[in-house]
């Protein structure tokens, strides 16, 4: 009840209606019936935290899709350079990054093996130039991939720098550092692990072994 009468208030309502012959009429009932509109009482901002966590489906495929993932940095330049940094399987999803992969349902274990193997090896000087190169290109040219591509571009960058232009997007990834690299991936580590598997999984270690290996 509590909750209801914190967050379900009017002053903050939109009435629409359709077919009203007399808007007057319409008003003053709808004034009658709610004659006082309560404020509501602000809220604070609830804190999203990572929680990391472990998702299987099981399906006679044949063959088991896995995919680690940990908390990456909330710098876009940063969180992209070091996407390119974890090779062509990598991924990144707004504060998400990690790997996925697929063998067989005998070879699953050795294929987290390997995954496990590259998302925890810290990425060297030689990779973080060309993965800055990779992820420099990678977002100019997705500047003219359409307005969705534009917006998004446009959102990461606002919320790094207050600011857009493409120079400056260009800019913004010509400033990270091996350093900034480094560090985003140590604290990568250092989060929980999310894992998912997919098909023929009874090869596939479960969540808590996989996460051992980085503790």
């Given at each position: 009840?509590?909750f209801?009468?914190r967050t379900?208030?009017?002053?903050?309502a939109v009435l629409?209606a359709?077919?009203?012959d007399?808007?007057?009429?319409?008003v003053?009932?709808?004034e009658e019936?709610?004659p006082?509109?309560a404020?509501a009482?602000?809220?604070?901002p609830?804190?999203?935290?990572y929680?990391g966590?472990e998702?299987?489906?099981?399906?006679?495929?044949?063959?088991a899709?896995?995919a680690?993932?940990?908390?990456?940095?909330s710098?876009a330049p940063?969180?992209?350079?070091?996407?390119h940094?974890?090779g062509?399987?990598?991924f990144?999803?707004?504060q998400?990054?990690g790997l996925?992969?697929?063998?067989?349902?005998?070879?699953?274990?050795g294929?987290?093996?390997a995954l496990?193997?590259a998302?925890?090896?810290t990425?060297?000087a030689?990779v973080?130039?060309?993965a800055?190169a990779a992820?420099?290109?990678?977002?100019?040219?997705?500047?003219?991939?359409g307005?969705?591509?534009?917006?998004?571009?446009?959102t990461?960058?606002?919320l790094?720098?207050?600011g857009?232009?493409?120079?400056a997007l260009?800019?913004s990834?010509d400033?990270?550092?091996?350093e900034?690299?480094?560090e985003?991936?140590?604290?990568m580590l250092?989060s929980?692990l999310?894992f998912?598997?997919?098909g023929?999984?009874?090869?596939?270690?479960?969540?808590?072994t996989?996460?051992s290996r980085?503790?």
């Amino acid at each position: 009840m509590s909750f209801r009468e914190r967050t379900y208030t009017l002053n903050g309502a939109v009435l629409a209606a359709t077919g009203i012959d007399d808007h007057k009429a319409f008003v003053r009932m709808v004034e009658e019936e709610f004659p006082v509109a309560a404020p509501a009482n602000p809220l604070e901002p609830a804190a999203a935290d990572y929680l990391g966590g472990e998702a299987r489906l099981e399906q006679s495929s044949g063959s088991a899709l896995v995919a680690l993932a940990f908390e990456g940095p909330s710098s876009a330049p940063i969180m992209n350079v070091l996407k390119h940094c974890l090779g062509s399987s990598a991924f990144a999803s707004k504060q998400l990054v990690g790997l996925y992969g697929a063998s067989s349902a005998s070879d699953a274990s050795g294929t987290v093996d390997a995954l496990s193997k590259a998302i925890a090896t810290t990425p060297s000087a030689d990779v973080v130039a060309a993965a800055k190169a990779a992820a420099k290109g990678e977002a100019l040219k997705a500047l003219g991939n359409g307005s969705q591509s534009l917006a998004d571009a446009m959102t990461g960058s606002i919320l790094d720098s207050c600011g857009f232009s493409a120079s400056a997007l260009a800019e913004s990834y010509d400033a990270v550092t091996v350093e900034d690299v480094t560090e985003a991936h140590s604290a990568m580590l250092k989060s929980k692990l999310a894992f998912a598997a997919v098909g023929d999984i009874s090869a596939v270690p479960y969540h808590a072994t996989i996460e051992s290996r980085f503790s």
